[in-house]
């Protein structure tokens, strides 16, 4: 066998290992990745969608901007998967009670669904620091590897060497796992190879910004058209409406502005 | 026939240490039986203690000296142990009925095949009978007795005291010390006296003579050993109900010290439940505690420590881990002094296949074994599965009930088609009262954008929390939906509309 010329590698090194890529070149997972079910996301996260076997972070102002209709395609396809079977979904401290049924109505198994507390955080406290007991039953899910996919919703204050025997743990598991954390969190150092940040952008609409992933830095945000709530009339008429509060506003506004410019006219005219 | 026999010579005081973890090693300990000591270990052997010592002329050697009294209670629990643990080689396992020398004995001519030969089973032996820490001899020979002498006779074991034959037996016999013989220890100083130091010499003095002087037994002992006479043994039966206790070698104040007694119980258990080619499908940890002081009624007598599995088990390992998650959780009112464990509920079912490539149930399986340690460290409540539920209030829509994976199969109800969204995935534990500024709703004080709705929701007076809404899908501010309903009937506030947040669109 003829080994490669040493120029045409220097020409192409990330052809060497699956770790190497360029800067201007998406990384390339190891793994192959869950598709997200967006393709405008896929196209822009490197090996084509959620990574398996790594942390995501997904940081948002408030829960309820639209991150689980984002990540439900996903969870969908994880909890209906045939090959070798389906598997389940584990949820750590959810925010606030789930509706079994909005979670069906999006494709997700309910019964695939295990939700976990911590011990002292029942019914979606909001806890300033994360409990050990989470942590640890969150480190024991991923090192387990039967879980098919974990969301977590972790405090903002987290120590760095948490996150990262998660990072650590989240390689024997074989599936994505979603940190959700608060936005203020942005500017905290993590080990988690993709972030991103999350928040609404109108009706059924969930603009997106990539903090950091492998790859280039994407300077634009992505706006993701969401699973509808609002039916397309529904919809149509809510923009009419807003285009009409819009315009009645802008109305109240001109004239206003008109007043001024004529008062600043006889000014002038006074001062001549 | 083949026998291995299986000679346990410090059965007593390793029973009695067992509790000690690695302690055990660096103490010296000595058991009294009476006024005098009965065994020692290493370390106290090392101080020049021996057996046979009183226990002033011990102390005064060895001041550091740790006692225990022996008890036969004990010995025979750890002894039925291992005879658990050898039921998993061959049906017929039976007990020598000599207390001094125990010795448990297996008959294996017909396991021989299936386990790989001999030397093989006699590791797999080794291997299976570590987790309870006795140290033991190992001998077969073609006869039980024979088997059990040559065990016991220690010289000799190293040249390989694996006899296949019996002419080989009965030479190999012929130097044995009388001793060995249970009549031949009791009438040791006389045989010793008349010049008889191996069975061989007895072996060739007249036996009608040796009968009048010794008893039958000697000789119908030395028969049996030589395989001349049957020597029919019964095979021992595992009860159906499995109780042990160990005494704690010190009161335990922290649950890692209790550990170590309840791993000893739980290695007995589990062989006891692989004796029998059963699982353990959950078991009782009862701790005696110390009073406080005397005439204490407050401290309770017990703590009873309930432990159920999911699904039943033989992996130490996992029983350990349960435990310690179990234990880590309980608070123990008091020091303890002594652990019974008991145990009715076995499952004689075929246990499950293993599996060599990873497929449904071997996935289900070891959910099932996460999901049980994170109920045993956290409490079954707080890990849960959703059950849709037929009801049209949202708080009732959706039941808790704990996670049980495979429970969830058997309740699986008809699946919901995906279908346009029309409910919030996050509902408020309890409806939020919002602000109004003109009948219309304020979130965070900024008004509230009706999108669709309304959606009229009106059940529940036949149980007592009536439900009358309306439901409206809102835009707050930011653009994030959310789900706000106008109370209807029963209006609260009289001078408002009643608006409620119940929702976000997650």
Known sequence: ?272 | MLWIALHLPALSLESFAATLGALRHALPLALLQGQRIAAVNRVALQLGVKPGFKRATALALAPQLRFGQADAAREAQALRAVAHAALAFTPMVALDGDAALPCVLLEVRGSLRYFGGLPSLQQRLRTALAPLGHSGCLASAPTALGAALLARWRSGFELGAHVDDLSALRQRLDDAPVWLLGPGREHRDALQGMGLRTLGDLRRLPRSGLARRFGEALLTELDRARGDVPDPREALRPEPRFQARVELFERADSSEQLLHGAMLLLAQLVAWAQAQHARVGGFTLAMRHEPRHRGDTDTPEHTELPLVLAEASNDVQHLQLLLRERLARLPLPAPTLALRLHCDQLQRRAAPNGELFPSASSAQQGLLRLVERLQARLGPGQVQQPVLCADHRPEHGTAWQPALPQAAVRLRSTPVAAAPLTRPVWLLPQPLALHEQQSRPLLDGRPLQLLAGPERIEAGWWDGSHAARDYFIAQAHDGALVWVYRQRLPRVEPAGEGWYLHGRFG
């Open chain 1, 1 to 272: 066998m003829d080994p490669l010329p040493a120029a045409a590698l220097l020409a192409a090194p990330e052809t060497l290992h699956p770790a190497l890529w360029r800067a201007h070149q998406l990384g390339r997972a190891r793994e192959a990745a869950v598709r997200s079910g967006f393709d405008e996301l896929d196209a822009q996260l490197p090996g084509g969608g959620w990574p398996l076997q790594a942390l995501t972070e997904l940081l948002l102002p408030h829960p309820g901007v639209g991150e689980m209709r984002l990540l439900a395609p996903a969870l969908a396809g994880i909890a209906a998967a045939e090959p070798p079977a389906p598997r389940s979904v584990m949820l750590f401290d959810p925010p606030a009670p789930l509706c079994g049924w909005a979670l069906a109505q999006l494709g997700v198994d309910a019964q695939r669904l295990i939700v976990v507390h911590g011990r002292d955080g029942a019914h979606g406290a909001r806890h300033l620091l994360a409990s050990a007991d989470l942590l640890w039953a969150l480190e024991q899910a991923l090192k387990s590897g039967q879980v098919g996919a974990v969301l977590a919703w972790l405090p903002l204050r987290l120590r760095a060497d948490a996150l990262r025997r998660l990072q650590l743990a989240a390689q024997s598991h074989d599936g994505p796992v979603f940190l959700l954390r608060d936005i203020e969190a942005r500017a905290r150092p993590s080990p988690a190879p993709l972030r991103l940040a999350l928040h609404s952008a109108g009706i059924d609409e969930l603009a997106l910004r990539v903090l950091k992933r492998r790859g280039p830095a994407l300077t634009r945000s992505l706006r993701l058209a969401l699973p509808p709530v609002l039916a397309p009339v529904q919809r149509a008429r809510a923009e009419a409406a807003r285009l009409a509060a819009e315009a009645t506003e802008r109305a109240r506004l001109v004239p206003a502005a008109g007043s001024a410019a004529r008062l600043s006219l006889a000014e002038r005219c006074g001062l001549q």
